[in-house]
């Protein structure tokens, strides 16, 4: 495998205003397709309500764009061998911007989902062809503060989408929850092919598609999106989780098989053969884990349990976010110094720690509670994010780096599907566990419990030893299902930080790589 001297090489070229400016309009457009899941996602019900769809058939507005998405993500490759790097990217963003001026005109649920395909396909490229563009625009001295403008950008979105969302719906119709994209798309396509001109922006070839490995490809990531969401409602062991992860598995094999094998393969797979590929695509998996993790189980607790609107939750949850801004600056300064080892052990055992110290909340735990561990985690983002991109892609020659970068945030996305899936299986089963336990000790008559979940101290001894009427029952039920919530919630918060921890093992796999400083030393 190459040591990556093809992009190393770079180090004495510099990178001007126009690559900047048409960087920053890249990371523009890439933040505009994730916030948008956010978004949507905090304001499906007024969606539902609008166009009159059905309650169980909701869940497609968002799987639509997500299946799409991760279908486009190992694409991008073989899109910007083809295209070249600046008209893929305004060509996708071009895409994605008439997709949500589409969804935005949408009359009934048919016309809404065929948009959000298109906008998820088209936005799963931008993600990719960012980070893939820090490694081919930039020398190695630059690679650092533009993984982060990338990284701010990437994780951003998701953390004041909740704010954005629930702003937008308090006091904007939904169309406007698509109509936000349209003019910083417009500006974001014809910036980028204004500004990102060049050998390295525009050089494209001849690249063949395999049809049939693309056909495998989309329908095992297909298959296996569609399987992790419906796995947590109808139980993994189900006959149609099990089809579908299973037609998952074999295309996959299928896939990889055609692929390592060919000649000219859709995807390079072959920058697994890297150690140090392999170890941060392990790595970005984990942290989309831990990303996706935590930014569903927050609303969750605060909408279900503490009873806050969208709002409400937005602004509890923009403490991960500045503080993540606050500490970007010194990522960067120390990604220049610190060996990328040490750096990524300690983002790692940090934002394990913020998931721990969320895994003992309450009832009554809110935004003073959850300040802390929010912090702690917003501070971790930047040091998980920097030194494993550089690890996974800053050793691939340059003609890999567009395929590396897809299958690195293909991974991470998918940590996200699985991570998301195993929370709410996680939840599902331990909630209802906690009722019968509930529910038990309030038969048998347990003040203690009674008061805990809120049932007043004379109600409970008047009622307590006579059977209780419908009234009463629902009067209760609510009580005990909220209150079952806490520790699952709770045990979903352990298992994200426990599996944070663990991962810190790969490290020990990992050759000292070079820092920012040493490359630009070394260039």
């Given at each position: 495998m190459d040591n990556g001297s093809d992009l190393n090489a770079r180090g004495t070229q510099a990178a001007g205003y126009r690559e900047w400016t048409g960087f920053i309009l890249m990371c523009l457009g890439m933040f505009m397709a994730i916030l948008d899941i956010q978004i949507v996602a905090t304001s499906l019900p007024t969606i539902q309500t609008a166009l009159g769809i059905a309650p169980d058939r909701m869940i497609w507005v968002q799987t639509a764009y997500l299946t799409a998405e991760i279908v486009a993500i190992p694409l991008t490759g073989y899109l910007t061998a083809r295209l070249g790097m600046r008209w893929l990217f305004v060509g996708a963003v071009s895409l994605f911007t008439i997709a949500s001026f589409g969804c935005a005109m949408s009359n009934n649920f048919g016309e809404l989902i065929a948009w959000r395909i298109v906008q998820g396909f088209s936005g799963g490229t931008l993600i990719p062809a960012v980070f893939a563009a820090v490694f081919l625009l930039f020398p190695p001295r630059s690679q650092a503060l533009a993984t982060t403008i990338a990284g701010v950008a990437a994780v951003l979105a998701p953390t004041i989408g909740p704010i954005v969302g629930g702003w937008i719906t308090q006091y904007y119709s939904w169309h406007w929850l698509f109509r936000v994209n349209i003019l910083p798309g417009i500006v974001a396509a014809l910036g980028v092919a204004i500004f990102l001109r060049g050998k390295v922006a525009e050089q494209h070839g001849a690249r063949p598609i395999d049809m049939f490995a693309l056909l495998l490809l989309a329908t095992s990531l297909v298959a296996l999106q569609i399987g992790l969401k419906d796995a947590p409602s109808l139980g993994w062991s189900a006959p149609h989780v099990m089809l579908l992860l299973g037609v998952s598995a074999i295309c996959a094999a299928a896939f990889i098989r055609r692929t390592w094998m060919?000649?000219?393969?859709?995807?390079?797979?072959?920058?697994?053969?890297?150690?140090?590929?392999?170890?941060?695509?392990?790595?970005?998996?984990?942290?989309?884990?831990?990303?996706?993790?935590?930014?569903?189980?927050?609303?969750?607790?605060?909408?279900?349990?503490?009873?806050?609107?969208?709002?409400?939750?937005?602004?509890?949850?923009?403490?991960?976010?500045?503080?993540?801004?606050?500490?970007?600056?010194?990522?960067?300064?120390?990604?220049?110094?610190?060996?990328?080892?040490?750096?990524?052990?300690?983002?790692?055992?940090?934002?394990?720690?913020?998931?721990?110290?969320?895994?003992?909340?309450?009832?009554?735990?809110?935004?003073?509670?959850?300040?802390?561990?929010?912090?702690?985690?917003?501070?971790?983002?930047?040091?998980?994010?920097?030194?494993?991109?550089?690890?996974?892609?800053?050793?691939?020659?340059?003609?890999?780096?567009?395929?590396?970068?897809?299958?690195?945030?293909?991974?991470?996305?998918?940590?996200?599907?699985?991570?998301?899936?195993?929370?709410?299986?996680?939840?599902?089963?331990?909630?209802?566990?906690?009722?019968?336990?509930?529910?038990?000790?309030?038969?048998?008559?347990?003040?203690?419990?009674?008061?805990?979940?809120?049932?007043?101290?004379?109600?409970?001894?008047?009622?307590?030893?006579?059977?209780?009427?419908?009234?009463?029952?629902?009067?209760?039920?609510?009580?005990?299902?909220?209150?079952?919530?806490?520790?699952?919630?709770?045990?979903?918060?352990?298992?994200?930080?426990?599996?944070?921890?663990?991962?810190?093992?790969?490290?020990?796999?990992?050759?000292?790589?070079?820092?920012?400083?040493?490359?630009?030393?070394?260039?």
């Open positions: 060919s000649d000219t393969p859709l995807v390079q797979l072959r920058c697994f053969a890297d150690r140090h590929f392999t170890i941060g695509c392990m790595l970005s998996f984990v942290l989309g884990f831990g990303l996706f993790g935590s930014t569903y189980l927050m609303p969750f607790f605060l909408g279900l349990v503490r009873d806050h609107g969208p709002l409400r939750i937005g602004e509890v949850m923009l403490v991960t976010g500045l503080t993540q801004l606050a500490t970007a600056p010194l990522a960067v300064w120390a990604e220049r110094r610190v060996d990328p080892r040490w750096l990524t052990a300690f983002g790692f055992v940090l934002f394990a720690i913020g998931l721990l110290l969320s895994a003992q909340q309450t009832a009554q735990t809110d935004f003073a509670e959850m300040l802390i561990p929010q912090m702690v985690r917003g501070a971790a983002i930047m040091f998980c994010l920097l030194p494993p991109t550089r690890m996974a892609l800053g050793r691939l020659p340059a003609a890999m780096v567009a395929d590396g970068s897809g299958l690195f945030n293909l991974m991470r996305n998918l940590g996200g599907a699985v991570g998301l899936a195993l929370i709410d299986t996680t939840i599902f089963s331990k909630a209802a566990t906690e009722v019968g336990q509930i529910v038990a000790k309030l038969r048998a008559g347990d003040v203690a419990t009674a008061v805990r979940i809120g049932i007043p101290r004379d109600a409970f001894l008047e009622q307590r030893g006579q059977p209780l009427d419908e009234f009463a029952t629902e009067m209760i039920r609510p009580l005990v299902e909220k209150a079952s919530l806490v520790p699952a919630v709770n045990a979903a918060w352990l298992m994200c930080g426990v599996l944070m921890a663990l991962i810190l093992v790969t490290l020990l796999f990992v050759k000292r790589t070079p820092s920012g400083e040493d490359l630009t030393s070394e260039g």
